[in-house]
């Protein structure tokens, strides 16, 4: 039975094969005709080819398709062909399943704007066997290529830079987006690079400027701009693709027009400016002034100086002229020192004027320098010189210390003689002349002139004493005495003349002289001895003993004559008889008395004849020559000598003038012989007579002879006379002082002092002075542009008692220099110029003048660009253009050019004049006006109202928006329709057209108006327009059933689709249309056209529209149907909707944080900041409420507390000793009181002391400060935000400046203004020094935008440290003396405390035995415990054990200040790294604070619930310390097992002592805060009752503590560590005590080690179950870097068995007790 059941079961199981196989097979057999169409390949079923753009046609996109099936032969089995071949790309070849592209005719690219990027198209096959279709897609990517060439976006490119914009800064951004260059290729290929070209007509242009990031095309200042040197760059850019081949890139350029506009870098210059050899630097210029002394300022004032003082700002085209800046001048220092008590410089004009009068007894002179800057504190001033010349007065004239000189000279003495002082000709005549304005040991330096015989004698021209000298020889007997007078000169007075004497002194130079040759002389022989033959009389011009006259007889006398040697009388020598017909011939010599080697003598012969006696001799004259002085004031008729001869026959004698007097002037008796004055005699005509008189008997040889010498003395009888050959027409030049104008020459005939002749001016004293020799200066600089011409009155006077005087006139013509620059007629010209004017038309002529004579003024353009549009005519000045201009072409609206220009003389040396001249140019109209419409049509109701709108006319000028000839307005044509035009009109502006009148016309009417659009250009263009307005019947137009609605007020918060209100009308057989005409310009309502429901359409915004007014109109359909309305008094309503508002929008702070600032020693409830927040809802929507969220900083307070309703946070705490530490906390704002809506905003409070705070004085009052400080504050806060970004600048105080010694005084004038400036980045102050050079530096910039609010004058004078850290300062400094006896102190105690730390080290090494011998000894292990809630007030140390102390002693010990580093503090806390610390700082804190440990980052967290699920520590009446552990798990335990921590002495720690049993009666709980739970860690307690927890690697499994290799370990590493574990506890106690179930829930732990401890990898297989030990999990901690926290996240339980790890806390040797 089971055999047959076997083998029926076989062969069902074979047939069932064979069905299946069968089947199979059919399937197989069918399945295979399926297969044609397929893809003869894997892979993704599209086919993805790439091309390259522009590729040549026929190019073979896919080589074959791998199609399976057969499309050629007599059998194909598939069929294909193309689908979706759009533009017929692609050819295919179903044969070769290949696929071309096709671009006959056209080009394949990929670029705009054609943009082929791909090509899709399906190739589909078509089954043939069992007609199946499938279609194959094929994506042909197009491929770019780098075929374009980058294009800029416009055609030149343009910006203006400040000469003063500082290096780096970048200038240009304008080929950014898409205003730079785009290329349309694709990928790299069109990325554009930006370069800078190299320029070789501006080669200058490419190292000025740089493009850095050449992505983005911006262009960096690299070099410093000046407007003086270059004002205009052009800088060709380059752009190019960045095509992977570099030889394929494209490139394209453009030029970058960069303006340099001038900026205020070049201080003022004095003018006129002559600048030195290639340079723009000005010659020294010395401007010159003279006043005299002793004069009322009233009389001078102002000075006139020559040139007169200017100075202009070099930076002359500073743009707006407003920013210009003004000069200023000053006397900047001057000699002598007081010069201020004089002289007073106008602060703006430069006007010079004197305070009082100068003495020139005291100053003589000033030299002064003139500072002129400009009025914005520029630092670049100019200077120039001011020379004063204080002119003496008459009362300080020069004089000489005698009244008259005499000199002596002898007649032989060569040129160069000096005059003597005496006779022996032995010391020089010493001339001494002073002046009292010169200190009489000084040379006054006097110029001295003679006013006669200046030929021959000089005086020397320096010195106090002067010398007469001999300029050419003297002849005492031409003329013996010299006289003339002296003048003194000092330049500007004259002294008293003084009277010169020159004695010339004889010499023997002339010998003795005979009148004649010979003599013949007859004698009688009656003639007895004595008698007189002849006197001989020889002359001698010599004097003394040189003249006088030794006679002698030599030879011929024979013993018969002797001669008288004085008077030369031959007589006859006594005894001797005269016999007749003798003659004799006597030599007779006349000799000199000069010493006999200088005699001199001549000799003459005298012939006597004795003849017979007779009675017939001829009368005889006492003496042969007279000689006398008459005056030639002697009256007529006087005698004046008596020439009676002797006649020795006493024959009658008749006396006769035989010669000498022509004229008859003399008078002689004929008788008596008395000559007298016959005439008036004139010296000046006539100064000597030699009279020849004969005595005659009436024989015819009876006569004698006698010569009369008679000299004319003089009298003042003639006054001076001019010279009228010396010219009178002269000529000086102007700006020169003591100028040489001309001479005068006025000779009197008298003689002596009576023809002596001084000069004097008569007028123009001040201008002009005279010498004493007739020469003419100016005394000061004449200005020709003042006066030009001068009428000079010069006169003459003698030197008589009673002197006589005369004038003459001299024209004096002011000659002209260059001393003025041409001046523009105009400073500024400005000139409309209408568009499209063609080329060389004149628009404008300027005009220049300057004073100055035969000045050629010529013009130029001076501003480059404008050279491109105009034309100046350099000699007309008329301005023309070079080219049309086209007010289109000016992207400003204002289409104007402004441009310099300058008018200079062309043969002058002044600067040139500069004018503005601004041409605006004026849009010409170029198109009218068109309609959008030749005909409109309108339809108005018979009785419309007035201003009732029917339809509107539009019109459209294409001239440029915004000119007046693109402005179109309307009007109507009153002529073609003239009563259309009366009730009918149309808006100016609008093109509405408007009932003009009410109407009351006729219905069916149809009006016709004529509608003209005319614009406002020039000239005026319009077009014109028909509007037909129909009248309807009053049967078609609706009437609403009210004017107007007033619904009730719809929230702002509708939604859309609220039903407002609804509106009714009604008509005669009229389907009715609604609609709204107005009021709803922002689409905010819609009508519902066929039921007038008004509703909501957008959203209501109450903030932004409060109410809305609409006019809804009700129309019939069949007016609505022909596109038009008509209102009416009965079709139209009002509609009011008001808009209700909902608290819809929060509060919005003014700042997203606010940065604040309380200084250290703030009392409580200070204000600290101010914070606003607004709301755009209103009413009680709007009213805020205020409340801060901060968290606890100590017990339990907040610090700042905020007031609820102004926003004012002030101090709730004090800040002593907390500087540089910060508050960050968060400031609410809640609208409708607190009931609303809600924002938040963070608030920075740093603590600052005067450490941080700068003292600003400014010289205005407190007052004005704390009025402005907003504004100032602002400022401060803008200059220090450009170096720190979001800098908050607080003020401390304002108050009146303090100075003085230890800042004790105060001055209300002025104020101190105490700040300093927050940094948000490290919410600390920034340093005191740092905020000094943020704001020092920019101190210019700073005043001048300080200027509108501190007043004219205001400023910030200086920037100083706050008055207690400058007293702290000099404080140290005098403690310093201190410091080196300080320092060898300190040498002394370190020396002396080096055997103490060897004893600690060793001592040290010794516990360390100790407590490792203990550790092997005792161990135990406590019990799991399972997790709870976390606490959250305590310092988390995120990179080591975790420390918490119970006892404010305890933490002392534990944390030693020494032990602390600053630097390493995390700045979470607001501590700063860089401030001291001190003990007592940190051990003030109470409980529940966690002091930082040494290298840890912490954060604060909340106080509550700490330790209370490990165990609290318990102080007993006997004074230790217990652990007890508590929980529901240890409960048992603890009640039996305590741990008691004993102080160690020796470490100032504690170590763990015996077990005791529990006694609750004997025991106080310590306020032990409890500790955080869900660390995955173990818990240790310390010596000092801190609890200790260390982290670790989460473990994946837990370990069995009754394992004994794992006890091994322990000891092992317990060994290493030399750590003790004191408690006794059974291994027993501790198994039961631990279970699976009790697992500590994990959290992310963290390790951080002081130091690297060396750790085993064992492997145990306890129970068979595989498991790390624990010495390898200690490997991967030890493994890390102790310098990062090591963090890992983890869900499972921790192992009982974790080892102890002291962390950084193992350095300090602090036995710990693992719990």
């Given at each position: 039975?089971?055999?047959?059941?076997?083998?029926?079961?076989?062969?069902?199981?074979?047939?069932?094969?064979?069905?299946?196989?069968?089947?199979?097979?059919?399937?197989?057999?069918?399945?295979?005709?399926?297969?044609?169409?397929?893809?003869?390949?894997?892979?993704?079923?599209?086919?993805?080819?790439?091309?390259?753009?522009?590729?040549?046609?026929?190019?073979?996109?896919?080589?074959?398709?791998?199609?399976?099936?057969?499309?050629?032969?007599?059998?194909?089995?598939?069929?294909?062909?193309?689908?979706?071949?759009?533009?017929?790309?692609?050819?295919?070849?179903?044969?070769?399943?290949?696929?071309?592209?096709?671009?006959?005719?056209?080009?394949?690219?990929?670029?705009?704007?054609?943009?082929?990027?791909?090509?899709?198209?399906?190739?589909?096959?078509?089954?043939?066997?069992?007609?199946?279709?499938?279609?194959?897609?094929?994506?042909?990517?197009?491929?770019?290529?780098?075929?374009?060439?980058?294009?800029?976006?416009?055609?030149?490119?343009?910006?203006?830079?400040?000469?003063?914009?500082?290096?780096?800064?970048?200038?240009?951004?304008?080929?950014?987006?898409?205003?730079?260059?785009?290329?349309?290729?694709?990928?790299?290929?069109?990325?554009?690079?930006?370069?800078?070209?190299?320029?070789?007509?501006?080669?200058?242009?490419?190292?000025?400027?740089?493009?850095?990031?050449?992505?983005?095309?911006?262009?960096?200042?690299?070099?410093?701009?000046?407007?003086?040197?270059?004002?205009?760059?052009?800088?060709?850019?380059?752009?190019?693709?960045?095509?992977?081949?570099?030889?394929?890139?494209?490139?394209?350029?453009?030029?970058?027009?960069?303006?340099?506009?001038?900026?205020?870098?070049?201080?003022?210059?004095?003018?006129?400016?002559?600048?030195?050899?290639?340079?723009?630097?000005?010659?020294?210029?010395?401007?010159?002034?003279?006043?005299?002394?002793?004069?009322?300022?009233?009389?001078?004032?102002?000075?006139?100086?020559?040139?007169?003082?200017?100075?202009?700002?070099?930076?002359?085209?500073?743009?707006?002229?407003?920013?210009?800046?003004?000069?200023?001048?000053?006397?900047?220092?001057?000699?002598?020192?007081?010069?201020?008590?004089?002289?007073?410089?106008?602060?703006?004009?430069?006007?010079?004027?004197?305070?009082?009068?100068?003495?020139?007894?005291?100053?003589?002179?000033?030299?002064?320098?003139?500072?002129?800057?400009?009025?914005?504190?520029?630092?670049?001033?100019?200077?120039?010189?001011?020379?004063?010349?204080?002119?003496?007065?008459?009362?300080?004239?020069?004089?000489?210390?005698?009244?008259?000189?005499?000199?002596?000279?002898?007649?032989?003495?060569?040129?160069?003689?000096?005059?003597?002082?005496?006779?022996?000709?032995?010391?020089?005549?010493?001339?001494?002349?002073?002046?009292?304005?010169?200190?009489?040991?000084?040379?006054?330096?006097?110029?001295?002139?003679?006013?006669?015989?200046?030929?021959?004698?000089?005086?020397?021209?320096?010195?106090?004493?002067?010398?007469?000298?001999?300029?050419?020889?003297?002849?005492?007997?031409?003329?013996?005495?010299?006289?003339?007078?002296?003048?003194?000169?000092?330049?500007?007075?004259?002294?008293?003349?003084?009277?010169?004497?020159?004695?010339?002194?004889?010499?023997?130079?002339?010998?003795?002289?005979?009148?004649?040759?010979?003599?013949?002389?007859?004698?009688?022989?009656?003639?007895?001895?004595?008698?007189?033959?002849?006197?001989?009389?020889?002359?001698?011009?010599?004097?003394?003993?040189?003249?006088?006259?030794?006679?002698?007889?030599?030879?011929?006398?024979?013993?018969?004559?002797?001669?008288?040697?004085?008077?030369?009388?031959?007589?006859?020598?006594?005894?001797?008889?005269?016999?007749?017909?003798?003659?004799?011939?006597?030599?007779?010599?006349?000799?000199?008395?000069?010493?006999?080697?200088?005699?001199?003598?001549?000799?003459?012969?005298?012939?006597?004849?004795?003849?017979?006696?007779?009675?017939?001799?001829?009368?005889?004259?006492?003496?042969?020559?007279?000689?006398?002085?008459?005056?030639?004031?002697?009256?007529?008729?006087?005698?004046?000598?008596?020439?009676?001869?002797?006649?020795?026959?006493?024959?009658?004698?008749?006396?006769?003038?035989?010669?000498?007097?022509?004229?008859?002037?003399?008078?002689?008796?004929?008788?008596?012989?008395?000559?007298?004055?016959?005439?008036?005699?004139?010296?000046?005509?006539?100064?000597?007579?030699?009279?020849?008189?004969?005595?005659?008997?009436?024989?015819?040889?009876?006569?004698?002879?006698?010569?009369?010498?008679?000299?004319?003395?003089?009298?003042?009888?003639?006054?001076?006379?001019?010279?009228?050959?010396?010219?009178?027409?002269?000529?000086?030049?102007?700006?020169?002082?003591?100028?040489?104008?001309?001479?005068?020459?006025?000779?009197?005939?008298?003689?002596?002092?009576?023809?002596?002749?001084?000069?004097?001016?008569?007028?123009?004293?001040?201008?002009?002075?005279?010498?004493?020799?007739?020469?003419?200066?100016?005394?000061?600089?004449?200005?020709?542009?003042?006066?030009?011409?001068?009428?000079?009155?010069?006169?003459?006077?003698?030197?008589?008692?009673?002197?006589?005087?005369s004038t003459l006139t001299l024209a004096i013509k002011v000659l002209d220099i260059d001393d003025n620059s041409p001046v523009f007629t105009n400073a500024s010209y400005s000139v409309l110029v209408p568009e499209n004017l063609p080329p060389g038309t004149v628009f404008l002529q300027i005009e220049a003048k300057d004073v100055d004579l035969g000045s050629n003024v010529t013009y130029r353009i001076r501003t480059q660009e404008a050279l491109e549009y105009f034309a100046l005519n350099k000699y007309t000045g008329e301005l023309s253009l070079l080219k049309s201009l086209d007010y289109e072409s000016f992207s400003d609206t204002d289409a104007t050019f402004t441009f310099l220009v300058e008018a200079f003389d062309s043969k002058g040396t002044m600067p040139p004049g500069l004018a503005t001249v601004t041409v605006r140019v004026k849009d010409m109209n170029d198109y009218s006006p068109v309609f959008s419409k030749t005909l409109y049509r309108g339809m108005v109701a018979p009785d419309a109202v007035k201003g009732t709108v029917i339809t509107t006319v539009s019109a459209e000028d294409q001239d440029p928006p915004g000119t007046p000839a693109s402005r179109v307005r309307y009007k109507v044509d009153v002529v073609q329709f003239p009563y259309s035009a009366s009730i009918f009109d149309v808006e100016e502006n609008s093109g509405r057209v408007v009932t003009r009148v009410n109407l009351n016309e006729e219905p069916s009417t149809v009006f016709k108006l004529v509608v003209i659009a005319y614009d406002d250009g020039d000239p005026v263009k319009f077009n014109t327009t028909t509007v037909e307005i129909a009248v309807l019947q009053p049967s078609v137009i609706p009437r609403f059933t009210q004017d107007e609605y007033r619904p009730p007020p719809v929230s702002e918060s509708a939604p859309k689709g609220t039903v407002v209100t609804v509106v009714m009308a009604a008509a005669l057989n009229q389907t009715i249309v609604y609609s709204i005409v107005s009021g709803n310009e922002e689409d905010v309502f819609a009508i519902n056209n066929r039921t007038g429901v008004i509703s909501v359409k957008k959203p209501l915004d109450y903030e932004r529209v409060t109410s809305y007014e609409l006019r809804v109109q009700a129309d019939s359909l069949q007016v609505v149907r022909s596109n038009l309305r008509v209102p009416s008094k009965s079709n139209t309503a009002k509609?009011?909707?008001?808009?209700?508002?909902?608290?819809?929008?929060?509060?919005?702070?003014?700042?997203?944080?606010?940065?604040?600032?309380?200084?250290?020693?703030?009392?409580?409830?200070?204000?600290?900041?101010?914070?606003?927040?607004?709301?755009?809802?209103?009413?009680?929507?709007?009213?805020?409420?205020?409340?801060?969220?901060?968290?606890?900083?100590?017990?339990?307070?907040?610090?700042?507390?905020?007031?609820?309703?102004?926003?004012?946070?002030?101090?709730?705490?004090?800040?002593?000793?907390?500087?540089?530490?910060?508050?960050?906390?968060?400031?609410?704002?809640?609208?409708?009181?607190?009931?609303?809506?809600?924002?938040?905003?963070?608030?920075?409070?740093?603590?600052?002391?005067?450490?941080?705070?700068?003292?600003?004085?400014?010289?205005?009052?407190?007052?004005?400060?704390?009025?402005?400080?907003?504004?100032?504050?602002?400022?401060?806060?803008?200059?220090?935000?450009?170096?720190?970004?979001?800098?908050?600048?607080?003020?401390?105080?304002?108050?009146?400046?303090?100075?003085?010694?230890?800042?004790?005084?105060?001055?209300?004038?002025?104020?101190?203004?105490?700040?300093?400036?927050i940094d948000p980045q490290t919410n600390r102050a920034i340093m005191r020094n740092e905020l000094f050079k943020f704001l020092d530096g920019k101190l210019l910039d700073i005043n001048k935008e300080f200027q509108p609010y501190l007043g004219q004058g205001g400023r910030i004078l200086e920037i100083r440290t706050p008055d207690v850290v400058a007293n702290v300062k000099k404080q140290a400094q005098a403690v310093g003396y201190t410091e080196g006896a300080l320092l060898a102190l300190a040498v002394i105690i370190i020396l002396c405390c080096m055997p103490a730390i060897l004893i600690v080290m060793v001592s040290y090494r010794q516990r360390q035995a100790e407590c490792a011998k203990t550790a092997r000894i005792q161990m135990a292990l406590p019990a799991g415990k399972p997790a709870s809630t976390a606490a959250n007030n305590l310092y988390e140390e995120l990179g080591d054990s975790t420390m918490r102390g119970y006892a404010q002693q305890e933490q002392q010990q534990l944390l030693r200040p020494s032990l602390l580093r600053p630097e390493e503090l995390s700045m979470e806390s607001g501590i700063d790294p860089g401030q001291e610390y001190y003990g007592q700082d940190y051990y003030s804190y109470e409980h529940g604070y966690e002091l930082p440990q040494y290298g840890s980052r912490r954060r604060l967290l909340s106080p509550s619930g700490m330790y209370d699920e490990y165990g609290e520590v318990m102080v007993e009446n006997d004074g230790g310390y217990y652990y007890s552990p508590h929980g529901s798990t240890a409960e048992e335990w603890a009640r039996k097992k305590r741990i008691k921590l004993i102080v160690d002495p020796e470490y100032e720690t504690s170590s763990t002592g015996e077990d005791s049993a529990p006694d609750s009666s004997q025991r106080s709980r310590l306020n032990n805060p409890n500790i955080q739970n869900n660390v995955n860690g173990n818990i240790y307690i310390a010596q000092n009752g801190s609890v200790v927890r260390t982290r670790r690697v989460c473990l994946a499994n837990n370990l069995k503590v009754t394992s004994p290799v794992t006890l091994g370990k322990q000891f092992k590493k317990l060994d290493k560590l030399a750590v003790t574990h004191e408690e006794n506890v059974p291994l027993n106690t501790l198994s039961k005590g631990s279970s699976s179930s009790d697992k500590v829930n994990t959290r992310p732990c963290s390790v951080s080690f002081a130091s690297s401890i060396g750790a085993e990898n064992i492997v145990t297989k306890p129970g068979g179950s595989k498991m790390k030990s624990t010495e390898e999990q200690e490997s991967v901690v030890d493994n890390e870097d102790t310098k990062e926290p090591l963090e890992s996240h983890s869900e499972h339980t921790q192992s009982d068995e974790e080892e102890l790890w002291m962390g950084p806390w193992n350095n300090l040797h602090i036995p710990m007790t693992k719990l």
């Open positions: 039975m089971l055999q047959q059941f076997c083998l029926w079961k076989w062969l069902a199981v074979g047939i069932a094969v064979a069905t299946i196989l069968a089947s199979s097979l059919a399937q197989n057999d069918e399945d295979w005709q399926y297969e044609d169409c397929k893809l003869a390949r894997t892979g993704p079923p599209a086919t993805i080819v790439p091309i390259d753009e522009e590729s040549r046609n026929g190019t073979i996109l896919v080589d074959n398709m791998l199609i399976k099936g057969t499309a050629a032969g007599p059998d194909p089995t598939i069929e294909l062909s193309l689908k979706d071949n759009v533009d017929y790309w692609v050819i295919l070849d179903p044969i070769s399943q290949r696929l071309y592209l096709n671009s006959t005719g056209r080009v394949l690219d990929r670029d705009p704007p054609m943009s082929i990027q791909s090509i899709v198209v399906q190739v589909q096959c078509v089954n043939k066997k069992v007609g199946t279709i499938i279609n194959h897609e094929v994506r042909i990517v197009v491929r770019d290529r780098n075929d374009n060439s980058p294009q800029f976006q416009q055609q030149r490119y343009y910006v203006a830079v400040n000469e003063l914009t500082p290096v780096g800064t970048t200038i240009f951004t304008g080929f950014s987006g898409n205003n730079g260059a785009t290329d349309i290729d694709d990928g790299p290929n069109g990325q554009i690079e930006y370069v800078i070209q190299y320029n070789p007509n501006d080669k200058t242009s490419n190292r000025t400027f740089d493009i850095p990031l050449t992505l983005s095309g911006a262009v960096v200042l690299r070099e410093r701009l000046n407007y003086e040197e270059k004002t205009r760059y052009f800088v060709i850019v380059q752009a190019n693709d960045r095509a992977q081949n570099l030889h394929e890139r494209r490139t394209s350029t453009t030029t970058l027009t960069v303006d340099v506009l001038d900026g205020d870098d070049l201080g003022p210059m004095f003018l006129p400016c002559v600048l030195v050899n290639n340079t723009r630097d000005c010659r020294p210029l010395t401007y010159q002034a003279s006043l005299p002394e002793l004069t009322d300022p009233v009389h001078v004032n102002p000075i006139s100086v020559t040139p007169p003082i200017q100075a202009i700002d070099q930076d002359r085209n500073i743009q707006p002229p407003s920013d210009r800046p003004g000069i200023l001048y000053s006397i900047l220092v001057g000699t002598p020192e007081d010069y201020p008590q004089y002289f007073h410089m106008n602060l703006t004009t430069a006007e010079l004027t004197l305070l009082k009068p100068i003495n020139r007894d005291l100053h003589q002179k000033f030299d002064l320098v003139i500072k002129a800057e400009q009025d914005n504190g520029h630092p670049l001033p100019a200077f120039a010189n001011l020379h004063i010349e204080v002119l003496d007065e008459n009362n300080q004239k020069p004089y000489f210390t005698k009244s008259t000189y005499e000199g002596f000279i002898l007649e032989s003495s060569p040129v160069g003689t000096t005059i003597s002082d005496s006779r022996n000709l032995t010391s020089p005549l010493q001339i001494t002349v002073l002046d009292n304005d010169v200190e009489e040991t000084k040379d006054p330096q006097l110029h001295l002139f003679l006013n006669d015989y200046n030929t021959f004698f000089t005086v020397t021209q320096s010195g106090i004493t002067r010398y007469l000298t001999l300029l050419q020889p003297v002849d005492r007997e031409a003329q013996q005495l010299y006289t003339f007078s002296m003048i003194a000169s000092d330049g500007v007075q004259e002294s008293t003349p003084v009277t010169v004497n020159i004695v010339v002194i004889d010499a023997n130079d002339n010998s003795p002289t005979f009148s004649n040759i010979s003599y013949n002389v007859k004698i009688y022989t009656d003639m007895g001895p004595g008698e007189g033959v002849i006197k001989l009389t020889a002359v001698d011009a010599d004097e003394g003993p040189n003249g006088q006259i030794v006679y002698e007889i030599l030879a011929g006398d024979q013993g018969d004559f002797i001669i008288n040697d004085r008077t030369g009388l031959i007589a006859i020598a006594p005894g001797v008889v005269l016999s007749v017909g003798r003659s004799y011939a006597l030599t007779v010599k006349a000799s000199d008395s000069a010493p006999p080697a200088q005699r001199r003598s001549s000799i003459t012969t005298v012939y006597i004849e004795v003849l017979p006696p007779n009675n017939q001799s001829p009368p005889r004259f006492p003496q042969l020559m007279y000689s006398l002085e008459v005056s030639e004031a002697m009256r007529t008729g006087a005698i004046l000598l008596n020439l009676q001869a002797f006649d020795r026959e006493g024959d009658p004698i008749r006396y006769l003038i035989e010669n000498g007097d022509p004229q008859q002037v003399f008078n002689l008796s004929q008788s008596s012989g008395l000559l007298a004055l016959g005439k008036p005699l004139d010296r000046e005509s006539t100064d000597r007579y030699i009279l020849i008189v004969t005595a005659s008997d009436g024989r015819p040889d009876g006569t004698s002879t006698a010569t009369v010498n008679i000299v004319v003395t003089d009298v003042n009888d003639n006054g001076p006379v001019f010279d009228m050959f010396l010219p009178k027409n002269l000529s000086v030049q102007e700006e020169e002082a003591n100028a040489f104008v001309g001479q005068v020459r006025a000779t009197d005939p008298d003689a002596g002092v009576n023809g002596q002749v001084h000069y004097s001016l008569a007028n123009f004293k001040n201008l002009f002075r005279i010498t004493s020799n007739g020469s003419i200066y100016t005394a000061v600089k004449l200005n020709r542009e003042v006066r030009d011409y001068y009428e000079l009155i010069v006169e003459a006077t003698d030197g008589a008692v009673d002197p006589r005087r509609v009011f909707i008001e808009v209700k508002d909902e608290n819809d929008h929060a509060p919005v702070f003014t700042k997203k944080m606010y940065i604040g600032g309380v200084s250290e020693d703030a009392k409580m409830f200070s204000s600290v900041l101010k914070v606003k927040a607004d709301d755009k809802d209103t009413g009680n929507y709007s009213a805020m409420q205020y409340r801060l969220i901060i968290p606890p900083i100590k017990d339990g307070k907040e610090g700042f507390v905020i007031e609820a309703y102004t926003g004012l946070i002030k101090t709730a705490m004090l800040f002593k000793n907390m500087r540089r530490s910060y508050f960050k906390f968060q400031v609410i704002a809640t609208d409708d009181y607190g009931k609303g809506l809600s924002s938040k905003a963070d608030v920075l409070v740093s603590v600052v002391n005067q450490l941080d705070m700068q003292v600003i004085v400014s010289n205005v009052p407190p007052t004005l400060v704390e009025q402005n400080k907003d504004q100032l504050i602002g400022i401060l806060e803008r200059y220090v935000q450009d170096q720190i970004p979001g800098a908050t600048v607080v003020v401390e105080s304002i108050g009146a400046r303090r100075f003085g010694d230890g800042y004790s005084e105060e001055d209300y004038t002025k104020s101190d203004l105490m700040v300093y400036a």
